[in-house]
């Protein structure tokens, strides 16, 4: 049999079947690379386990690492949705790690403001999201606790990731646009056979017959440990029209003469602030 991860804590998954119907699962063997979004072959232990024997092709993968492990969110998905708010204050650099990850999986980014009814705190907001609004990032206003439905329309005909820091609404926006998602939160976690696992892993709900959306846990961190340098780098848009151009090839855009980055950088035509983070980030990776 074959279906679809709609949930995944650890090594147990809930797999939704052809009929509707959802079996929990494990896979066979120690090591798991499951992740939500998952099409899998399954083989049945028992009338409520299985087995996963199997992870099918995936279209993109979205998922986050350090040096010693990865954490995948979710596979198979058309859209990733960033979700930061006029309050509490959201980091710049984790908006940017996403963006990073996404574009290095040709994930289509959506970047979501919610608590847009915070008047007094939107207009900060909005100017810490202009500068990806000016490199082509979507960027869309709303509160989730009165206009959550002004999202739907972005979210048709797709499958969809939302992820954010905590504290940004994103369950606010899954409860409003699916009315039944607590009662589908408290089913999966008895399938899982507990109920403190309703946020802590990432579960797929379905919007309507082409649609879906993939809530994952709130983010502190996004690490990139899986890209290297030249992936990163050609992951910053606005970075791309000066790839290859340095008079040294293998030009790390610091301190070398004939850098094409540091020269655009020099004449405004790369945000400051998006290379410090691009700086940070390759310093990480990079030991130094």
């Known amino acids: ?54 992870i099918q092709p995936r279209t993109s993968l979205l998922y986050r690492s350090n040096e010693i492990r990865q954490k995948l969110i979710a596979a198979n998905v058309d859209q990733i949705l960033i979700v930061v708010a006029t309050e509490p204050g959201f980091s710049d650099e984790l908006v940017t790690r996403a963006l990073l990850a996404a574009e290095s999986e040709e994930i289509e980014p959506l970047i979501v403001l919610n608590k847009c009814d915070l008047a007094d705190k939107l207009p900060a907001a909005r100017q810490r999201l202009a500068v990806l609004a000016g490199l082509g990032y979507r960027v869309i206003e ?43 939160t408290r089913e999966i976690s008895q399938a899982l056979d507990s109920g403190k696992h309703t946020t802590t892993h990432a579960t797929l709900y379905h919007l309507d017959t082409t649609s879906d959306l993939i809530d994952s846990p709130g983010l502190q961190e996004f690490g990139l440990g899986h890209l290297d340098r030249q992936e990163i780098e050609l992951a910053f848009r606005e970075f791309r029209p000066y790839l290859g151009q340095c008079r040294f090839r293998d030009c790390r855009h610091h301190r070398e003469p004939g850098c094409a980055l540091t020269a655009a950088l020099a004449e405004g035509r790369i945000d400051a ?16």
């Open 142 to 184: 709303l509160s989730a606790r009165d206009h959550a439905e002004d999202l739907r329309p972005w979210l048709a005909g797709k499958t969809s990731v939302l992820v954010g820091q905590s504290g940004m609404g994103k369950s606010t926006l899954v409860n409003a646009l699916i009315p039944e998602a607590q009662a589908a």
């Open 273 to 288: 602030g998006r290379f410090a983070i691009y700086q940070r980030i390759v310093g990480l990776h990079n030991g130094s």
């Open 1 to 54: 049999m074959d279906g679809r991860v709609i949930a995944a804590h650890g090594r147990q998954y809930v797999v939704e079947l052809a009929d509707g119907s959802r079996l929990s699962c494990f896979p066979r063997g120690k090591k798991s690379e499951i992740a939500c979004g998952d099409r899998v072959d399954i083989q049945r232990t028992s009338d409520d386990q299985g087995v996963v024997e199997a």
